[in-house]
């Protein structure tokens, strides 16, 4: 089985960074964990990934003039190391349009919350401040307009009475940390892809679960 090389790209701590490496250990996995790449080179995310053995690289946005300096310098070091596809991974820079155009229908991000709702940022808060009861969180791939792509995978979690930001977002945390290598694990398998800036799935899946809540 040929394996994707995937670039991890981390600003902190690397939870999900974590759980995509720990994934990608099996033999049957599709993609291969080749590069933890960082912005901040005090990243705590940049010795996990040597502690797992995998090759890490700091880039420090600060070290360049411009985001387009930046943006030159991480696309090089991909493309050097072979790199195929990019995870995001609490990577805390936008962006520029031509990068991500670069890396069109190769780059994916997870977001917690239930896209196309609350885009952007502090979407834990602005949830219980709209009164849901299901939040969650969303693998999709990365166009220019922020947290917009098209949606691979998501998973909802109740929301409950008492619930504070924190509360939710450990209980989100946990949902991501198993989404993530799942997306990822289908579309490096081509079992989700991107047709007419959808994703379309090979397989079918069981239509007849739901989450209630309040239950």
């Not at 896209?115 to 299901?134: K, Q, S």
Request: hydrophobic fraction near 45%; glycine fraction near 8%; aromatic fraction near 6%.
């Amino acid at each position: 089985m040929s394996r994707r090389r995937v670039a991890i790209l981390i600003s902190g701590r690397g939870s999900n960074m974590a759980s995509l490496i720990e994934a990608a250990r099996a033999p049957d996995y599709p993609a291969e964990i080749a590069l933890v790449l960082s912005n901040r080179p005090d990243a705590e995310g940049l010795e996990r990934a040597r502690a797992a053995g995998i090759e890490t690289l700091a880039i420090d946005h600060k070290a360049h003039a411009t985001r387009e300096s930046f943006e030159q310098a991480l696309d090089s070091a991909l493309r050097e190391r072979g790199i195929e596809f990019i995870c995001l991974a609490g990577f805390m820079r936008v962006l520029t349009d031509w990068f991500v155009e670069s890396w069109a229908g190769r780059m994916i991000n997870i977001h917690p919350s239930l896209l196309p709702l609350f885009r952007g940022i502090h979407t834990h808060r602005r949830a219980l401040e709209e009164g849901v009861l299901v939040h969650g969180c969303t693998v999709h791939f990365v166009v220019p307009e922020l947290d917009a792509g098209p949606i691979v995978a998501q998973a909802a979690v109740p929301v409950v009475p008492g619930d504070t930001e924190e509360s939710l977002a450990k209980r989100i945390l946990v949902q991501e940390h198993l989404l993530y290598p799942k997306a990822l694990g289908l579309i490096c398998s081509g079992r989700a892809r991107l047709k007419a800036g959808r994703v379309v799935f090979s397989e079918g899946w069981d239509a007849g679960g739901a989450l209630h809540s309040p239950h």
